[in-house]
């Protein structure tokens, strides 16, 4: 059974910083993509940042220069550094798992989320 297994939100104060962690389990043989999106309140579910397992990221235009994805492979993990944070950023964040190879064959996969509230 996969699962992504999210923590690290939390509320900060404008200006402030917050790390996000990601760790798929399971048997896994591989993940093509892995990343963050994000959900506010009424809003649909957007792309924050993702990476390729060969390295190449996208991020919204909305985060870049202020976060930052990495990824670890070996321990199929992914993290985003959060800073500078906005308001604006406050919502449930989700980490994804795009093109997961496992037993059972090949799937995407979403954790179950995690809140990011900025706020004074």
């Known amino acids: 059974q996969v699962q992504l297994v999210e923590s690290g939100g939390g509320l900060v104060q404008p200006g402030g910083s917050l790390r996000l962690s990601c760790t798929a389990s399971g048997s896994i043989f591989g993940i093509n993509v892995m990343g963050w999106y994000r959900q506010a309140p009424g809003k649909q579910r957007e792309l924050v940042a993702v990476k390729s397992s060969s390295g190449n990221t996208n991020y919204a235009d909305s985060v870049k220069g202020r976060f930052t994805i990495s990824r670890d492979n070996g321990k199929k993990s992914v993290y985003l550094e959060m800073n500078s944070l906005k308001p604006e950023d406050t919502a449930v964040y989700y980490c994804?798992?795009?093109?997961?190879?496992?037993?059972?064959?090949?799937?995407?996969?979403w954790g179950q989320g995690t809140q990011v509230t900025v706020s004074s």
């Open positions: 994804y798992a795009g093109g997961l190879r496992s037993v059972v064959g090949m799937s995407n996969y």
